[in-house]
T-cell receptor, first 115, second 115 residues
Framework: DAGVTQSPTHLIKTRGQQVTLRCSPK?????VSWYQQALGQGPQFIFQ???????QRGNFPDRFSGHQFPNYSSELNVNALLLGDSALYLC??????????????FGPGTRLTVL | AQSVTQLDSHVSVSEGTPVLLRCNYS??????LFWYVQHPNKGLQLLLK??????LVKGINGFEAEFKKSETSFHLTKPSAHMSDAAEYFC?????????????FGRGTSLIVHP
């Protein structure tokens, strides 16, 4: 059983560009969450998708957007990249319970470098 | 509002000695609490979670944590450290806010295990 997969593993972009990151959830999971992990920091919650809609959002600007497809896979899009967007982007999948106790399974992440 | 503080950025132990990683939380509601481990170049893995059942929670690989409401703490322990335990550990709090559950990660504690 494949776990959570993310692509690409590494990405280098320049300021002002746009980037799309992809995530396939663990088999049987219906919810995908995205996190940003800056170097030396804990992951910060960006948003969560369930039934193809954004259900929860952390404190991130509108430059960060996402999508969930009918097969539960998800994309994270970041527009107008800034140097500060350089980070490890983590995708996590879960089976939604709606009571905050969901166990999340994380992918290995995509390392984004903005020059 | 919720927050989590991991009291040590680094903890160094010898193989075979006990491990204590400290975590304090702040939450307006009854929280769910989690500990995750992150090995280099690997995704985050759930060690254990507290969801208002037993206050002593047993996890994988011999780890356990005790929820102490009076001290707002959720410290992670292991009786005997193994070299393979060397990794980054994150404490996470999740509690309801406006009908949503947005998890908040601590900044992490790096566990160093000496032979």
């Amino acid at each position: 059983d494949a776990g959570v997969t993310q692509s690409p593993t590494h990405l280098i972009k320049t300021r002002g560009q746009q980037v799309t990151l992809r995530c396939s959830p663990k088999s049987g999971h219906d919810t995908v969450s995205w996190y940003q992990q800056a170097l030396g920091q804990g992951p910060q919650f960006i948003f969560q998708y369930y039934e193809e809609e954004e259900r929860q959002r952390g404190n991130f600007p509108d430059r960060f957007s996402g999508h969930q497809f009918p097969n539960y896979s998800s994309e994270l899009n970041v527009n107008a990249l800034l140097l500060g967007d350089s980070a490890l982007y983590l995708c996590a999948s879960s089976l939604r319970t709606g009571v905050g106790t969901d166990t999340q399974y994380f992918g290995p992440g995509t390392r984004l470098t903005v020059l | 509002a919720q927050s989590v503080t991991q009291l040590d950025s680094h903890v160094s132990v010898s193989e075979g000695t006990p491990v204590l990683l400290r975590c304090n939380y702040s939450s307006s509601y009854s929280p769910s609490l989690f500990w995750y481990v992150q090995h280099p170049n690997k995704g985050l893995q759930l060690l254990l979670k507290y969801t208002s059942a037993a206050t002593l929670v047993k996890g994988i690989n011999g780890f356990e944590a005790e929820f102490k409401k009076s001290e707002t703490s959720f410290h992670l322990t292991k009786p005997s450290a193994h070299m393979s335990d060397a990794a980054e550990y994150f404490c996470v709090v999740s509690s309801p806010s406006g009908g949503s559950y947005i998890p908040t990660f601590g900044r992490g504690t790096s566990l160093i295990v000496h032979p």
